[in-house]
Structures are given as C-alpha cells and as structure tokens.
C-alpha cells in the first residue's frame, strides 16, 4: 500500500520531487536536532492543485500528512515522527510572489516564500513588509503564518496574524478553499482565516496568503542602553512608548549571561556593556519625519531615561552598520546558546507589569531548586514575551541534565507562568513538544473546543497528527 502511494505521489508530481531514500535530514531533523524522524518520502508540490492532488492520494491512503517550510520551527511540528509512515509536504517549490496592490498595500504570496525574499520584494517596491525575526533567511510566509509568528517588530505591526488578510488552503479533504481577499473588513461569518493562522498545519495547508504592507519609514534608528533591572528596563519601555508613540518599532531585553554567551562564542563581536550591566536593551524607532527628527527624540528619551535612573549608559547607532551590528549581537543569543550545548527553551508570555516580579521569584526558586542551573533570559519585553531558558550546570553533562531535570525545570517555569496569568507558549506554538503540557495549563473549556474544530475538519486525523491537540 505504501509503495503504491508512492508510485502515485511520483505519477503527480514527477519522481524528481518525490523524495525517498538518501539523505533526507534536512525535513527529517528538526532546527534543534532533538527529534529525528523517518518520512515515508518528502514531497514537493510546484502548485495548489498539486498540493491537493497529493492530499487527495494521501487520504485515500490513510497516510498522514506534515507540512514543512523552512524547517525553523522550535516546538518539533514540522518534522516527521519515527514511524516512517508519514509524508512529508514541503512548500519549498511555491515561492512566487504573485501581486502586489500598491494601491490596496497588499501583496499576494505563496506559502514556501521565504521571509527575508518578500521583505526584499517589498523594499524594492517601496513598502515595509514588517514581520522579522533571526530565522527570515530560511523559514517560509506558510510557516509563519501557521505559527502565527512573532519576531521583533509585533509592538508595532502585530504578529503574522495581524498582518494577513486572507489566505489559500488546501482542507484535508484536499479541496481548495480560496479565502485570498484583501479586505479590511469582512463580517460574513465565522472568522475562517484565523482558524488556519496558529494552527501549525493540523487543520489544512496554507498555500498562499494576502498580506498587509506598510510606508517605508523615512528613518529607522537603533539604541542600545544598559539597564540596571527588569523592574528598569519596563519603566523604560513606558517612558519609550508615552515619547516616541508608534515609531517605537522594537523593545527587547537581554540578560547578561545570555550577552556573555555571545561575546564568548562570537569573540570578533562588540557586545556593549557586556560587563558592565545586568540587562540592556534594544530600542528601534522608526520615524516617518527624518534622521534628525528620530534622533533627537531618541537622545531626549535617553537622557530623560538616565535621569529617572533606569538607564545607566546608552549608545545610539551612527548608521545602518552599526545598526545591523547591534541586532546581529541580539539575534546571536539563540546560536550562541546553542553552541553552549543542549538547553532547555521557554517561550513564555506574560502580563508586561509583572514580569519584573516573575523574573525576580522564578530566578529564586530555580537556583534553589537546581544549583548551578544558568539562565539565558531575553525577549520582546514590548510584547511581554521571555525566551526564559535554561543552560545546564557549567562543566556538567548537558544531556544527563536534559534527562533528568527536564521535566522538572519546566513544571516550575510553568507553574511561575500560570501563577502570574501568562502563557506557555507566546510566539513558537505548541508543536509536539507541549501538545502533552498545554492541558495542564489551558483551560479545559479552550481544550474541548480545540478538539472539536480538530474533528470537525479532520476527522481522519491525518494532517499533521499528535501537533497541538490530540484528537
Ligand atoms: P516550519 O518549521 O517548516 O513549520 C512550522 C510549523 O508550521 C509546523 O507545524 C509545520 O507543519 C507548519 N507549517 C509550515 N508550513 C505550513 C503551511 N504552508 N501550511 C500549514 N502548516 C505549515 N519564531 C517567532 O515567532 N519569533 C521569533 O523571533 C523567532 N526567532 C527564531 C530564531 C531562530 C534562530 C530560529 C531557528 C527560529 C525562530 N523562530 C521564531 C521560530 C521559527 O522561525 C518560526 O516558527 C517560523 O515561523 C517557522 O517557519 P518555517 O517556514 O520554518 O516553518
């Protein structure tokens, strides 16, 4: 029967996108190389209509189905599992930009195109294509969108659900259901798109979206500032907010053990204040006025910043160079982790009010709870999002400490997070990793429905199965 599917997948698709054999790590393995699966083959459709032929085989089949983009993923739900049953459906070949409506600020786009080309398409066009995180180079439109992902722009622009307006989904019937309008409002029912948005590929397969594009700014400038503590770092982002209003485009925070990482493993890099403070944190002002205008804002909010004492010394970026370096120090914190070894992520989110309260307790029980445990702590503190992780005790085995604290570190992360009204997951999803974790932590109510929107359009269970909800 499997080989039979496979002949039929090569039938529609030419052998050549009909991966089996060989080396398949790259859709195999995810980003973080903690699950390795085996796929019954990896296909590559080149249309929507492919993608639903490919469906339609895979249903009649009973073979269960996971979509993949760019394979950045951090929660291990766009990899296979080990049974190597499951077909991998890669969106790799759909990558055309197909319209841009200037006048509409919209562009349509397929779901394998990779971030960084559609912030290039939109630049060259004249508009800001605002969503932007570490991982643009390679993840895709589709995965961001089924991530609803975050990134450092969503103090301003939202997330990706914020910046879709319709989108293209083949149904795990394999029909093709065309929600790509770009309209602003559309009150005709239930919310379709949304339901699509955030659902990691378990309810249908995005093959192409409209999304929402905005003025370029006239300037956009960079500061960096060390903070004496998170209690300092949110009064400064209050005092960003009531001074620079909407061109504040970024607010993120970064410990100094997570900065410390960086300056070891990347040495040829400046990392400002590295030892001299234990937080700083990364302004973005975007002003659709003039340099000199962003400037003088930002250098008034810094002085008035030291003044209220939750600035100790600041640096504003001459130019774009030096802008590029210090974002390339924020976006190294996740490499440079992992060259530090095997750790444990958190992606949590919290009221933006208590998070300074949260940090100070969970800091305090995990290094009582777990000696010599080391906290790589940074964030979108403007989105009250914490990358909260965990690094294994200095010299220790970091796979013997996977195994045996594991667990127990993220109990009582969590437990922290559910203390203080947050949520376990804030921009990652829930993937494979906390599908088994989120009923301890939503309610069963939100749980319940979940389950019945997942049976409702898949009742086979056979897209993306054991991802976000169990059936
Ligand atoms: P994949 O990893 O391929 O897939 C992710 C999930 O989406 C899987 O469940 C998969 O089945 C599903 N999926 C993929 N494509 C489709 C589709 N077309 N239709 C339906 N389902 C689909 N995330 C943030 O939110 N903010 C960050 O700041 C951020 N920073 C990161 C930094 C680094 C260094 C890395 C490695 C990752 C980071 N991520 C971040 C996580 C990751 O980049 C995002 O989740 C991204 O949106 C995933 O896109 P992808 O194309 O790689 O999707």
Not at 287 to 299: K, L, T, V
Not at 371 to 380: E, S, Y
């Amino acid at each position: 029967m499997t080989q039979a599917l496979v002949f039929q997948l090569q039938s529609l698709l030419g052998p050549a996108h009909v991966l089996v054999g060989g080396d398949l790590a790259a859709y195999e393995v995810d980003w973080r190389k903690r699950s390795h699966g085996k796929a019954l083959a990896v296909v590559r459709p080149g249309s929507t209509d492919e993608v639903a032929a490919v469906v339609r085989a895979c249903v009649a089949a009973g073979t269960s189905i996971v979509p993949q983009g760019g394979n950045t993923g951090l929660v291990v739900g766009g990899t296979p599992d080990a049974s190597g049953t499951q077909v991998v459906l890669s969106l790799q070949r759909m990558q055309a930009v197909r319209e841009l409506d200037a006048a509409n600020m919209t562009v349509l786009v397929e779901a394998g195109c990779v971030l960084q080309t559609l912030q290039e398409h939109a630049r060259q066009a004249g508009f800001l294509f605002p969503l932007s995180l570490a991982a643009e180079g390679s993840c895709t439109i589709g995965g961001n969108l089924a991530t609803n992902a975050g990134g450092t722009q969503v103090l301003r622009y939202g997330n990706a659900r914020d910046l879709c307006l319709g989108v293209e989904v083949v149904t795990p019937q394999g029909e093709i259901w065309n929600g790509l309008s770009g309209l602003r409002k559309d009150n005709t029912g239930y919310d379709l798109r949304d339901l699509f948005i955030g659902s990691e590929g378990t309810l249908g397969i995005i093959t192409a979206a409209t999304l929402k594009l905005y003025p370029l700014p006239a300037a956009t400038l960079t500061a960096w500032a060390a903070v004496p503590g998170m209690d300092a770092a949110v009064q400064l982002l209050g005092m960003a907010r009531a001074r620079l209003g909407a061109g504040l485009t970024g607010f993120e925070v970064m410990g100094q053990f997570a900065l410390g990482l960086v300056a070891k493993h990347y040495p040829q890099m400046r990392v400002p204040f590295v030892h001299d403070s234990p937080w700083c944190v990364l302004l973005e002002n975007a002003d659709h006025e003039s340099e000199a205008h962003a400037r003088g804002q930002f250098e008034a909010l810094l002085e008035a910043a030291v003044e209220a004492g939750c600035v100790t010394d600041a640096v504003v970026a001459e130019n774009i160079a030096q802008a590029r370096q210090l974002w390339h120090v924020r976006e190294s914190i996740p490499l440079a982790q992992a060259e530090e070894g095997l750790n444990i992520k958190h992606d949590i989110s919290l009221p933006i009010s208590r998070i300074p309260a949260y940090c100070a307790e969970t800091d305090a029980r995990l290094a009582r709870e777990i000696p010599g445990i080391r906290l790589v702590n940074f964030g979108h503190l403007g989105d009250g999002n914490l990358h909260y992780n965990v690094q294994a005790p200095e010299g220790g085995d970091p796979a013997a400490f996977l195994r045996e604290q594991e667990a127990r570190v993220n109990e009582l992360v969590y437990e922290q997070v559910r203390r203080f009204d947050g949520s376990i997951s804030a921009e990652h999803g829930v993937g494979s990793l906390k599908v088994d974790g989120l009923p301890h932590y939503k309610s069963p109510v939100a749980i319940d429905m979940m389950k019945a929107i997942k049976r409702g359009l898949d009742p086979r269970n056979l897209m993306n199965p054991g991802r976000v909800v169990r059936a």
